[in-house]
Structures are given as C-alpha cells and as structure tokens.
C-alpha cells in the first residue's frame, strides 16, 4: 500500500514533509532531507516585508535551486494588502507552495501581532487568508500553520474552529495543526487526540499533522491514531534527515519495515554533504559556527553521542568541524551499535519552531 499525500494539485509520494523551521531549513538542511528521502520541504519562515523590501533577505529568499523542488514558502506578518503581495511575490520567485504562519509561539513575535497570535483573532486571520488567496490566483495552492489554540479556553477554541473552518471555506489546501497552543509554547506534550478530533471535523479536507514527531515509528502512530492526512517534521529532523528515508519504508509498505539507524558512515556522509552545501552560500570561515547548532543534533545519532556533542560545541572553525569528523566518523574504527534517536529536548532552548 502506498501512501499519496494531496495538497491542492501538488500530490506527494511520502507524506512526511520537512517542516519550516526558523534559523534551521535552509537549502542546506533541505537538501540533506531530499537526499535521505524527504519530497516536500519547507523552507525557513520569513517576514512578508523581508520578501517586499529589497536587501539580504530578499535576494536569499529568491534564491531557489532547479533541484530544490517542491519546495513551500512560510509567511508570518500581520497586514493582510502586505501580506497578500509577499505571498504573489513568493509565487514569481518559483515556490510549490505557500504557508501562512499562524502558529509561531515566541514572544516577539506574539508582540508584534503575527504567527500565534493571530489564532486569538479570527476576523484578522481570516482576512490574511483572504488576501493570499486573492494574489496567489489559484496558482499555487495555500495552506496554513495553526496551534490548537491561543491557549486552553473555551473562546480560544472557538477561535482555532472558526479561523479553520473559515480558512477551508476561502479554500486553502490543508491545514498543518501542532497539538500545543502557543501559550504552551514546547511545555508538556502535544495533544494528539485534538488532532483526531479536528480531523473527523473537516472530513475529506486535508489536515497535517505536527509535534512530537523524533522517530519514524511516531510518526506512523500519530497518522494511525488521528487519521491525519500527512505530517511536517519538525524538531525531529534536525540533525536527522534519516528520518524522511525511515518514514518512506514504514508508511509506504502495508506492513511496515524496519530501519536499522544510520551508520557512522552515513552520519559522516550526511554532514559532509550539509557542510558542502552550507560552503556554497556562505564564506567559508563562517560555516564552522554556523554548522555547530546543525552538529550539536547530528551527534544525538552517535554512539558516542555525549563526547560528539561536545566536540561540535567546542569546533569554533570550518577545519576544526572536518578534523572532528576525520576522529569522530572514522569508518574504519569499531564503533558501538547506534542507538535510534529518541527526544531532542536541547532543541527547544536552540530556538526551533515546531
């Protein structure tokens, strides 16, 4: 049996997509997923102005490789005329995909009246659906980032059906729902029977399913416990584009099938690959600091998983992320059994929005 993920006409072999993670999915990270078996990835969050204004920002949004497809554009903002232009914008640069973000949980963010914020304010929402929906012209299918809720009042709920069930009726594509409310931010876990419960609601419209998700085998549970349509990998893979090869031969065989963890040979493979890709875009003597947060979660995956966290901590330079891995991911050394992957509660101080 295999599973066929529907967003408007987009249809996805493996329904097990690389979320949009603020300061993480970068072309780099996407195309360590793709390579491991992810088809759709997201990439980072931006601000509609951030697409509007010309400048750095502007011109790294815009830039999109021929093999970095399908590919979703994630918007966060709270001016429907501006949002709704950023939105066009993104559809010209060459994006499968757009998102709108109505779930981010940090602090500046709520302040400014964006991401989460907006699930407190449904007219508002709902009149950023609206304008995407009008620039985008059916050219590309639109879909949203929602929490179940601002938090755990009866008005906050009304709010999150209201915002879905108007966003369905503008026709947005699908709805991905993380199962904690903004004001739970990363605290306690993710309510996945609300996730059921507003997949029985909507029917036959797409629903995607999100948080929790650190293993293949979570990821199939969620779907069968659910009835979701689909997940985005969070969290989870960071560090571990394994997962997108694990969630493909889990979902897509009636049975199921086992995959044994990444070798240190494939660990190694996987970051010198995320190294390269990095080394294209920035200067070489920036990568080594910029990787150590990507490295810091690579080493979850190492036998030697606490000596490896604190090697990355320590690699200050590009030359000392390769000697590290020269000692660390010696393929001809015998290494312990890799351990499968478990949490990644270090993640949620990294600043990773799920």
């Not at 755990?152 to 369905?168: K, M, T, V, Y």
Request: glycine share 10%; with cysteine; net charge neutral.
């Amino acid at each position: 049996m295999t599973l066929v993920l529907t967003i408007g006409p987009l249809q996805i072999s493996m329904p097990a997509i690389q979320a949009a993670l603020s300061g993480f999915s970068d072309r780099p990270m996407r195309m360590v997923a793709r390579r491991f078996g992810a088809e759709l990835a997201m990439a980072e969050v931006v601000l509609d102005e951030h697409v509007l204004l010309e400048g750095k920002h502007r011109t790294r949004i815009f830039k999109i490789g021929d093999d970095d497809h399908p590919i979703g554009g994630q918007l966060m903002g709270s001016r429907p005329e501006q949002f709704g232009e950023a939105a066009h914008q993104l559809v010209e640069a060459g994006y499968d995909l757009v998102d709108i973000n109505f779930g981010c949980p940090v602090r500046k963010v709520l302040g400014r009246c964006r991401g989460g914020y907006l699930l407190s304010e449904p007219e508002g929402a709902l009149a950023i659906v609206k304008a995407v929906m009008g620039s985008v012209s059916g050219r590309r299918p639109v879909t949203i980032k929602m929490r179940r809720g601002f938090d755990d009042s009866a008005d906050s709920e009304r709010n999150f059906f209201s915002i879905l069930d108007g966003a369905f009726a503008l026709g947005v594509a699908a709805v991905t729902v993380h199962g904690r409310t903004v004001k739970q931010r990363y605290i306690g876990p993710s309510n996945w029977a609300f996730l059921e419960r507003v997949k029985r609601h909507v029917g036959s419209n797409t629903i995607l399913g999100s948080g929790d998700l650190f293993t293949a085998e979570a990821v199939r549970t969620m779907m069968g416990e659910t009835g979701v349509d689909g997940v985005t990998v969070a969290r989870g893979a960071i560090g571990n584009p394994f997962i997108f090869r694990e969630c493909r031969a889990l979902l897509n065989l009636s049975n199921g099938a086992f995959v044994a963890p990444p070798s240190v040979a494939e660990q190694r493979e996987a970051i010198e690959l995320h190294l390269s890709e990095m080394i294209k875009i920035h200067d070489a003597a920036l990568v080594g600091p910029l990787f150590r947060k990507f490295g810091i979660s690579y080493s979850d995956l190492h036998p030697m998983g606490s000596e490896v966290r604190q090697a990355f901590i320590d690699a200050k330079t590009t030359r000392a992320v390769r000697d590290l891995l020269a000692t660390w991911y010696d393929g001809s050394r015998d290494w312990p059994a890799v351990k499968p992957r478990t949490t990644l509660g270090h993640l949620i101080a990294a600043g990773a929005e799920a």
